[in-house]
Each structure stands twice: as structure tokens, then as C-alpha cells.
């Protein structure tokens, strides 16, 4: 008769497993509860002074992370509540970043057709986008850029020279509205870039209709250097001094 084999160990309580994982459970709840709660500071030196015999220290305020606020992200989403209602959605375009709102607006909805005029809607949407500028603080500067496609002719208005002047005519045009409308002339300048820089290379005549566009920076993190004024490079001549008369 087979001999019955000597357990090693006794089998542990099917009430004790349970009961081990809940105070696991437990555990892990109040770490969690610990980890996103705030920790007050005053507290917690008071709390430890108990045990080591010093008197705790008092703070009148204590700041332990700075709160992040996206200064664009509030400018971005006035604009995009404004022009929401008056241009289509395939009329413009908003990007945001920590230093500039790009407010990017489609000829097809911005100019009236061959021609450097702006269309009723876009002044209206031009209107709103000044009255948020004109409430910006600090320093700050609006550009305006002018884009054109590589499929324009050679001479695009009777009253146009080429491709580099729309472009510049049109950034004019809106740069000259939004000073109009109140905007800071002194913050306010216009550049043409013709099609040096697209947002599309296929040569589809859609996607080269959306390279024609005019594109306002409201830039709020102007570089240091430009904020003290612009270096001018002179060059310095040196002139002889004048010897005088021996008589």
C-alpha cells in the first residue's frame, strides 16, 4: 500500500486571500487619494515639528507650481467665435502657438475676384479680428503677409506689375484696413512673400487656389532685440582733419 504524502504546508484559508486583497486594494485607494490631493506646506511643518522639536515655520503664501495660462489660446479662440459666424469654413484658418495667433484668410473669400479689393464679409471679419487687437496689452506687433500661387500670370491685374506685387498690394490692403479700424499704426507692418512660400507644391489648381492668401500674425512674444529697436549697421568714414593755413 502506497504510503500518503506528508504535506509541506498548510493551505492558507480561502477567507485570509481575500481579505489580503482587499487592504491591498485599500492601500492602493489611499495612495491614490494622497497623490492627487494638495499638499499644504504650513501644515505640514507644524505636523513634523511635533516630533522634532522645533517650532514650525509660517509662510504668508506659498506658490509651489506657477499656473500655466496660454496667453494665444484665449486670443485664438475670440477670433475663431468671430469669424466663425461671417466667413465659411474653407474660407480661413487658425493656428495657434505660445508666441503668435496665425490667422490664415483665402483670397477666394477675402478679395473680390482679379482684383486687390475687399470683399463686404472679410471687412466684417477684419472688423472683429481689430477689435480683439486694439484690447491686446503689452508689446506685441500684427504682420501681415501676402502669398500668391505659382500658376499666376505674368501680369495678373492691368494695374499690377507681377506676382511679388499682388501679393504685397493685398498684406497692404489688409494691413491699411486694420489700422483703419483702430489698430496701432506704429505695431502694424505688411510683407510680400509672392509663391516663395506655398502650403501646397501639387500642381492642382485647387490646392494652388488655396496658396493665394493673405496671413495676419498677431505676434505676442516679440524677440529682445526687437523690442529695444532695430540695430542700424553704419559704417563709419573716417574724415582728415583739416590742417590750418601756414602763412
Not at 502506497?2 to 486594494?25: G, N
Not at 509660517?58 to 479662440?77: G, H, L, N
Not at 471679419?125 to 496689452?137: C, D, F, H, P, R
Not at 504685397?168 to 505688411?190: M, N, Q, S, W
Request: charge should be positive.
Amino acid at each position: 500500500m502506497p504510503r500518503k504524502k506528508k504535506e509541506e504546508c498548510k493551505s492558507v484559508p480561502a477567507w485570509l486571500t481575500s481579505f489580503s486583497d482587499l487592504m491591498s486594494l485599500l492601500l492602493t485607494f489611499f495612495i491614490l487619494l494622497y497623490s492627487m490631493s494638495t499638499l499644504d506646506i504650513t501644515k505640514a511643518l507644524k505636523f513634523l515639528s511635533y516630533f522634532q522639536g522645533e517650532k514650525a515655520k509660517t509662510f504668508e503664501q506659498i506658490s509651489i507650481v506657477k499656473p500655466i495660462q496660454i496667453y494665444t489660446t484665449d486670443i485664438a479662440r475670440k477670433i475663431k467665435k468671430i469669424l466663425r459666424r461671417i466667413l465659411p469654413v474653407y474660407g480661413y484658418q487658425i493656428v495657434v502657438t505660445e508666441q503668435y495667433v496665425l490667422i490664415r484668410m483665402f483670397d477666394k473669400v477675402t478679395f473680390d475676384e482679379n482684383s486687390v479689393k475687399l470683399k463686404e464679409r472679410a471687412k466684417k471679419a477684419l472688423k472683429g479680428v481689430a477689435e480683439i487687437i486694439k484690447q491686446l496689452k503689452g508689446n506685441y506687433r500684427v504682420k501681415v503677409e501676402g502669398h500668391t500661387s505659382s500658376d499666376e500670370p505674368s501680369r495678373p491685374l492691368p494695374d499690377i506689375e507681377d506676382s511679388w506685387d499682388l501679393s504685397i498690394r493685398r498684406a497692404t490692403e489688409v494691413a491699411k484696413f486694420l489700422i483703419k479700424e483702430g489698430v496701432d499704426p506704429h505695431k502694424v507692418y505688411a510683407v510680400g512673400y509672392d509663391a516663395m512660400r506655398p502650403l501646397y507644391t501639387w500642381k492642382n489648381p485647387i490646392l494652388q487656389a488655396r496658396n493665394r492668401r493673405v496671413e495676419i500674425y498677431i505676434e505676442v512674444a516679440v524677440p529682445k532685440e526687437e523690442k529695444e529697436g532695430k540695430v542700424e549697421l553704419k559704417r563709419k568714414e573716417k574724415i582728415p582733419e583739416k590742417k590750418p593755413n601756414s602763412q
